[in-house]
């Protein structure tokens, strides 16, 4: 496994390309852990060598996300998402409307539960990616909080 700048650079695109929130690589004495914090990959920990160039990847990442400052909002797990508790009521958010951490933003249906996903973070919902009754995936972006 090579260690250097321009392989971290290739896992992180890895990483962000494919929505993954972590991923990690082991081979003989060597491993690497890349993972994905407020929709960025914002920790890289190898356990055995190049620790500068693991610096250099935290700082790129970290001005990258200064940039974009949009955290994504994710299904925690598979099922149906819904964006109202029941077909006839008001939605618990719209793109525009302003959040509070720990606000009720949608429900996930699995097995016949009804799981509540509340935001980890304040802010404004700027976008959502999926349809009212659509089948999500573990990880998948429901929404973005800007």
Same mark, same amino acid.
């Given at each position: 496994m090579n260690f250097e700048i321009?392989?971290? #650079?290739?896992l992180t695109k890895l990483v962000n390309d494919n929505d993954l929130s972590e991923?990690? %690589? @082991?081979?003989?004495?060597? /491993?690497?852990? %890349?993972?994905?914090?407020?929709?960025?990959? /914002? @920790?890289?920990?190898?356990v055995v060598s190049a620790p500068i160039a693991v610096e250099e990847v935290a700082k790129e990442e970290t001005v990258s996300e200064i940039k974009t400052n949009r955290t994504a909002i994710t299904s925690p797990m598979v099922g149906s998402f819904y964006v109202? !508790?029941? !077909?006839?009521a008001e939605p618990f958010v719209r793109v525009g409307d302003t959040v509070a951490a720990g606000q009720v933003v949608c429900i996930i249906e699995a097995m016949k539960l009804m799981n509540e996903i509340e935001s980890e973070v304040s802010g404004k919902?700027?976008?959502i990616c999926v349809q009212d009754? @659509?089948?999500? #995936?573990?990880? @998948?972006?429901?929404?973005y909080v800007e």
């Open positions: 321009e392989y971290f #650079e290739k991923l990690s %690589l @082991q081979d003989g004495d060597k /491993s690497i852990t %890349l993972k994905k914090a407020n929709n960025v990959v /914002s @920790q890289v920990a190898p109202a !508790p029941s !077909p006839s919902i700027t976008q009754g @659509q089948s999500v #995936e573990y990880g @998948q972006v429901l929404m």
